[in-house]
Structures are given as structure tokens and as C-alpha cells.
């Protein structure tokens, strides 16, 4: 059962708190860039970081804190090679607003992989 209750903590509380919380940060920035949309939409990317990771925090393997950090900095490397980046000055802004909600996104991933190993909550 904690298993349930972490995976949903992690996946659909994490995700709507993520959502909310870029949507915010944005909404203060002020006018954030319309970047080309291809590739992976960023609601799978998080989902499947955040099943990961909750995963590897709920099994406890070795080295989960340096995995997610290593994470987090792969995703802003290959975002600050944007093509968009270079033409608008506020797209670097976009990029640490993303890098914020991965920390974000992160923290729910923690947080649902220490109640499914029983040790939150």
C-alpha cells in the first residue's frame, strides 16, 4: 500500500504541483518566449523522472542523490543548446524556470520514494 501511495504522491500530486508552480514562476517573470515546440512533451519527461526516481529513492540504491542531480544538470545542458536560446534573450530565463520545476519535480520524487520505502509518513 505505501508502494500506491508514494507512486501517487510522486507521479500525480508531483505533477500538478510542478505544473502550478512553472506556471507561476512564469506568469511573475513576465513575458516568457514561445519556443518551437518538438521533441518529447515536458509532462512525460517529468512523469518518467519522477517515476524513476521515486523507484531508485523507494529501493534505496546507492548513489539516488548524485542520479538526480546528474539529472537535473544532462536536461539544462541540452535545453541551453536550444536553437530558440540564441535569438531571444528571455529564453535563458525559460531555461532556469525549467530547471527550477525539475528541483520541484525532484523534491515530489524524494518525497514519494521515501513513503514507499516507509520512511515518510
Given at each position: 500500500?505505501?508502494?500506491?501511495?508514494?507512486?501517487?504522491?510522486?507521479?500525480?500530486?508531483?505533477?500538478?504541483v510542478?505544473?502550478?508552480?512553472?506556471?507561476?514562476?512564469?506568469?511573475?517573470?513576465?513575458?516568457?518566449?514561445?519556443?518551437?515546440?518538438?521533441g518529447?512533451?515536458?509532462?512525460?519527461?517529468?512523469?518518467?523522472?519522477?517515476?524513476?526516481?521515486?523507484?531508485?529513492?523507494?529501493?534505496?540504491?546507492?548513489?539516488?542523490?548524485?542520479?538526480?542531480?546528474?539529472?537535473?544538470?544532462?536536461?539544462?545542458?541540452?535545453?541551453?543548446?536550444?536553437?530558440?536560446?540564441?535569438?531571444?534573450?528571455?529564453?535563458?530565463?525559460?531555461?532556469?524556470?525549467?530547471?527550477?520545476?525539475?528541483?520541484?519535480?525532484?523534491?515530489?520524487?524524494?518525497i514519494?520514494?521515501?513513503?514507499?520505502?516507509?520512511?515518510?509518513?
Open positions: 500500500m505505501q508502494w500506491i501511495i508514494g507512486l501517487v504522491f510522486s507521479l500525480v500530486v508531483g505533477g500538478f510542478t505544473a502550478l508552480f512553472l506556471r507561476a514562476i512564469r506568469r511573475a517573470l513576465g513575458d516568457m518566449p514561445q519556443l518551437s515546440r518538438t518529447i512533451p515536458a509532462w512525460l519527461t517529468g512523469g518518467i523522472e519522477r517515476l524513476f526516481f521515486t523507484v531508485l529513492v523507494g529501493l534505496n540504491v546507492s548513489g539516488f542523490p548524485t542520479a538526480m542531480v546528474g539529472w537535473l544538470a544532462l536536461k539544462l545542458a541540452t535545453d541551453w543548446n536550444h536553437p530558440d536560446w540564441k535569438k531571444k534573450s528571455a529564453a535563458r530565463e525559460f531555461a532556469v524556470s525549467a530547471l527550477l520545476g525539475g528541483l520541484v519535480s525532484m523534491l515530489f520524487a524524494l514519494g520514494g521515501l513513503i514507499c520505502a516507509g520512511k515518510f509518513l
